[in-house]
T-cell receptor
Framework: GAVVSQHPSWVICKSGTSVKIECRSLDFQATTMFWYRQFPKQSLMLMATSNEGSKATYEQGVEKDKFLINHASLTLSTLTVTSAHPEDSSFYIC??????????????FGPGTRLTVL | DAKTTQPNSMESNEEEPVHLPCNHSTISGTDYIHWYRQLPSQGPEYVIHGLTSNVNNRMASLAIAEDRKSSTLILHRATLRDAAVYYCIRYSSASKIIFGSGTRLSIRP
């Protein structure tokens, strides 16, 4: 149980275009979903926290107008990278908390999406 | 600061036990300690978590110091598939995970 999927697993796009990445909790409902970015040889960096039906909370230094997050249901969150540039090329990973989990806050991670902007 | 301190890298031999240490000296009384691992080009995978008592599951064991300022992840019999970056996490407020640099574990055949 507790499986999180991401789509697409990889994407290549031209500079200036927008890319949407989906994150789904397949067998549980998620109270909160998180988006991370990971550059090569580095650790994961939290970008934003999203709760279903409310606006996402962005970490310091993350542009909310560039990285649009929509969390329309308890099983789906989307991250749209708008007007992508080569410096946005990275590994994007989402995670989710189960609505049934109250205390220990175990998060379940998706497999990641590799974005390459040409 | 919600980050933890781990050695940058460790090596072990296949089929031998591995002890991965983690310091979390500023942990609060209600923070859980979680371990995740990440294989190349994959998302992190949950390994184990605990609060005060030692914990065991099919993947590993977690030994938590009595003062909770440190913990050790124990892989009882390392295999080549255990080569990964291991992250020790304590949760900050609002359920956010703050990732440190983790420990890169290499397994020698």
């Amino acid at each position: 149980g507790a499986v999180v999927s991401q789509h697409p697993s990889w994407v290549i796009c031209k500079s200036g275009t927008s890319v949407k990445i989906e994150c789904r909790s397949l067998d549980f409902q998620a109270t909160t979903m998180f988006w991370y970015r990971q550059f090569p040889k580095q650790s994961l960096m939290l970008m934003a926290t999203s709760n279903e039906g409310s606006k996402a909370t962005y970490e310091q230094g993350v542009e909310k107008d560039k990285f649009l997050i929509n969390h329309a249901s308890l099983t789906l969150s989307t991250l749209t990278v708008t007007s992508a540039h080569p410096e946005d090329s990275s590994f994007y990973i989402c995670s989710a908390n189960s609505i049934q989990v109250t205390l220990d806050n175990t998060q379940y991670f998706g497999p990641g999406t590799r974005l390459t902007v040409l | 600061d919600a980050k933890t301190t781990q050695p940058n890298s460790m090596e072990s031999n296949e089929e031998e036990p591995v002890h991965l240490p983690c310091n979390h000296s500023t942990i609060s009384g209600t923070d859980y300690i979680h371990w995740y691992r990440q294989l190349p080009s994959q998302g992190p995978e949950y390994v184990i978590h605990g609060l005060t008592s030692n914990v065991n599951n099919r993947m590993a064991s977690l030994a938590i110091a009595e003062d909770r300022k440190s913990s050790t992840l124990i892989l009882h019999r390392a295999t080549l598939r255990d080569a990964a970056v291991y992250y020790c996490i304590r949760y900050s407020s609002a359920s956010k995970i703050i990732f440190g640099s983790g420990t890169r574990l290499s397994i020698r055949p």
